[in-house]
């Protein structure tokens, strides 16, 4: 096997998992045509996803757990009108708290499987609901289920502190 060959071949076996999930069909191909002419003067297939074997992972459609919101409608539409318990993250850009809490709070919701969403308004893009919601200081973190508002807090909280709060809000 040539130098070119064994190249063409580890560049085509580290394709990440991802990039090969976004293929078009089970089996890819590349063709050789473009990498050199000293290879072969007709393109060569080479097939690295045997159909029996492909690495493409299909899902079953989910909804978002974690969300941001566009604007009122859609947070109408996603938070007031929601089916599941919405934890409503209130954060800005600018907030060091709020970067800190944001990615602490997206894994408790994560761990309950799809049992709470989490809707993320930033309030300097959605000012009129951080004031609706009364909103003052951020991070600000609003449970809601059903349209109603049934907890609420202010500030950092640690790992299990953000467990017990989503545990509480749907209900365990």
């Given at each position: 096997m040539t130098m070119a060959h064994r190249f063409?071949?580890?560049r085509i076996w580290t394709f990440s998992v991802k990039d090969v999930r976004c293929l078009?069909?089970?089996t890819a191909t590349v063709s050789c045509s473009s990498f050199s002419t000293s290879l072969h003067s007709a393109p060569i297939r080479v097939s690295f996803l045997a159909p029996s074997r492909s690495l493409a992972i299909s899902h079953p459609p989910r909804r978002a757990v974690s969300f941001n919101v566009q604007d009122q409608e859609d947070f109408t539409e996603r938070v007031i009108n929601s089916d599941l318990p919405v934890l409503i993250d209130f954060h800005a850009q600018w907030c060091g708290p709020c970067k800190i809490l944001g990615p602490r709070l997206e894994k408790a919701v994560a761990k309950q499987k799809g049992r709470v969403a989490m809707a993320k308004v930033d309030i300097d893009d959605h000012t009129d609901l951080a004031i609706e919601y009364g909103v003052s200081a951020v991070p600000t973190v609003i449970a809601m289920r059903g349209g109603d508002i049934i907890d609420r807090f202010v500030g950092i909280k640690d790992d299990d502190q953000l467990d017990?709060?989503?545990s509480?809000?749907?209900g365990q």
């Open positions: 063409l071949l580890r078009p069909s089970s017990s709060f989503v509480k809000v749907i």
